[in-house]
């Protein structure tokens, strides 16, 4: 219960009231572990319609026929028989760029992380060597989540906002990845991309605001930290960008982007997973360790044997189980290549490109984002969800944002 002495990240706020909001679950350490199929997701007697048409055998069905013979078989490998009645196998990527093209899946929801900005030069957390995390030291934080943790940012807000000066828009580029998404958009397949990322670079290669769910904030808007105050988003980068510190008009408190922070809210937006998953029939999961609850939770919530498809250096989250689950296709790399591959595939190379070169040479000044100024819900429209705050755990593994 929140006592007197409570901490302001342990006592956290549901935004649009502005009072204590109780009765949240904890910070938990489930992001690689599936949660229960509700009832309505119990597992159906028939096969899958769509892989008994193109007559495929799932990868987990070889699998475990393998195993039963003391063989094993490559993560992400199906084999769909030929005319000749012969077994040929097929990658992850074949599978599902087959059942795209065939116009078999039409509502593709994709799940993103920091994996798919590594290519445009943003570090992710947890690559070795290059993640951020490891390059924290610099910031002279007591330990790495600390630069997310809302109490320590009340203390002593320049390790996040020396983070936010390589974080902020404007200084990287989207790269192939990104404009992969923006062309599964303007094919009409894209219902919504989820990411963690808060490079912006999503909307900067033209992902429209209506397909995109920025689930853990961005630097577009800004807020006084304690009594959410909007404040403006252009005068906040200002500052950040000059080592000064932005403070609150009411309050006096000190300003910061709506980046999430542990213990705080997420936006409204991202409860748009609640109908956007179920009728979701494909789902890309990439370049995210799946460690951050409650966003890695959602992979969790499509119906079941919908099709998932995880691109990554490594598993991650329930495709690390052995056998995988129905309808789950792994294929590991680097994303760029991955994305490429599926592109051939689909035969959507050469448009990415054009795409991609064209928006290089457009003037930069012309292309939206950047900070788009103060915007209307100035960090007020946020809605409580459950999950919890940072340091009593072993945040090194799995960690939480949001509350
Ligand atoms: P993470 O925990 O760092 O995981 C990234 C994942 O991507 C890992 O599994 C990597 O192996 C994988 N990966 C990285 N580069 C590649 C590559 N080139 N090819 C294939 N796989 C690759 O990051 P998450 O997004 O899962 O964690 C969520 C945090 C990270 C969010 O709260 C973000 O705010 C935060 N973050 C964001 C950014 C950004 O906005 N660009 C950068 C760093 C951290």
């Given at each position: 219960m929140a006592g007197a002495g409570m901490s302001k990240a342990k006592m956290s706020r549901d935004r649009r009231s502005n009072q204590p909001a109780f009765g949240r679950v904890t910070r938990s350490f489930i992001?690689?572990?599936?949660s229960a199929p509700s009832s309505s997701q119990q597992s159906k007697p028939s096969d899958s319609v769509l892989l008994d048409d193109l007559s495929l055998m799932r990868v987990s069905e070889l699998q475990a026929s393998l195993a039963r013979k003391g063989k094993a078989l490559k993560a992400g490998t199906d084999v769909s028989k030929s005319t000749s009645g012969r077994s040929v196998p097929q990658g992850a990527l074949e599978t599902v760029g087959r059942l795209m093209k065939l116009g078999r899946l039409r509502n593709v929801v994709v799940v993103a992380g920091a994996g798919i900005s590594t290519a445009s030069g943003i570090p992710d957390f947890r690559t070795p060597g290059t993640g951020l995390y490891a390059n924290l030291e610099k910031y002279n934080v007591p330990y790495p989540e600390a630069v997310f943790n809302i109490d320590y940012f009340s203390d002593d807000p320049r390790?996040?906002?020396?983070?936010?000066?390589?974080?902020y828009p404007g200084r990287h580029r989207p790269n192939y990845i990104h404009y992969f998404i923006r062309m599964l958009h303007q094919k009409g397949l894209l219902l919504r991309m989820y990411t963690q990322n808060i490079d912006g670079l999503e909307k900067m290669c033209g992902i429209p605001d209506d397909k995109l769910v920025e689930a853990h904030g961005s630097f577009a808007t800004a807020s006084c930290h304690l009594c959410y105050t909007p404040f403006p988003a252009e005068e906040a980068k200002n500052a950040i960008m000059t080592d000064s510190i932005p403070t609150c008009t009411f309050c006096s408190a000190t300003v910061k982007p709506n980046v999430v922070f542990f213990g705080e809210d997420l936006p409204e937006k991202y409860f748009q997973h609640e109908t956007d998953f179920p009728k979701a029939d494909l789902l890309i999961i990439m370049g995210t360790s799946l460690k951050i609850e409650?966003?890695?939770?959602?992979?969790?919530?499509?119906?079941?044997r919908v099709l998932r498809l995880l691109l990554n250096r490594h598993a991650v989250g329930p495709f690390e189980r052995k056998p995988l689950r129905r309808g789950d296709y792994v294929e590991l790399g680097d994303l760029v290549d991955l994305?490429?591959?599926?592109?051939?595939i689909l035969g959507w190379h050469a448009e990415i490109q054009h795409l991609m070169n064209s928006s290089e040479n457009e003037d930069l000044?012309?292309?939206?984002?950047?900070?788009?100024?103060?915007?209307?819900?100035?960090?007020?429209?946020h809605r409580a969800c459950s999950c919890s705050n940072s340091e009593e755990s072993d945040s090194s593994e799995t960690d939480s944002k949001g509350t």
């Open positions: 992001g690689s572990q599936e390790p996040f906002f020396s983070l936010a000066k390589e974080l409650p966003f890695a939770s959602l992979v969790n919530t499509v119906k079941p994305v490429r591959r599926l592109a051939d000044q012309n292309i939206p984002m950047v900070i788009p100024g103060p915007h209307a819900d100035g960090g007020q429209q």
